[in-house]
């Protein structure tokens, strides 16, 4: 069983940091991509980071230059670190496992439960 566990959240300052964590279990991890997505209330989920399983990665235009994505596959684990934060990154943040077709069959996505990140003064 797919289990995504996202740890790290929390209230920040404006300006302050943040490392989000994405702990994964009962997958192969180093074969999939993996992404962080985020949904502030009243808005849609949006995709903010991603990382190919070749490392590649891809941002919102909203985080870049502020946010790093980056994976440990010997951990299993895919972090997301935030600086400079805004009030505007409020939201909950979730981790994804990506869906693939691997020879022929499809492998579905998974979703973790998210994390609380609040930005405020």
């Known amino acids: 069983q797919v289990r995504l566990v996202e740890s790290g959240g929390g209230l920040v300052q404006p300006g302050g940091s943040l490392r989000l964590s994405c702990a994964a279990s009962g997958t192969i991890f180093s074969i999939y991509a993996m992404s962080w997505y985020r949904q502030a209330p009243g808005k849609q989920r949006e995709l903010v980071a991603a990382?190919?399983?070749?490392?590649?990665?891809n941002y919102v235009d909203s985080v870049k230059g502020r946010f790093t994505i980056s994976r440990d596959n010997a951990k299993n684990t895919v972090y997301l670190q935030m600086n400079s934060l805004k009030p505007e990154d409020t939201a909950v943040y979730y981790c994804?496992?990506?869906?693939?077709?691997?020879?022929?069959?499809?492998?579905?996505?998974?979703w973790g439960q998210g994390t609380q990140v609040t930005v405020s003064s």
């Open positions: 990382i190919t399983r070749g490392g590649s990665t």
């Open positions: 994804k496992r990506e869906s693939m077709v691997y020879e022929g069959l499809w492998y579905r996505d998974y």
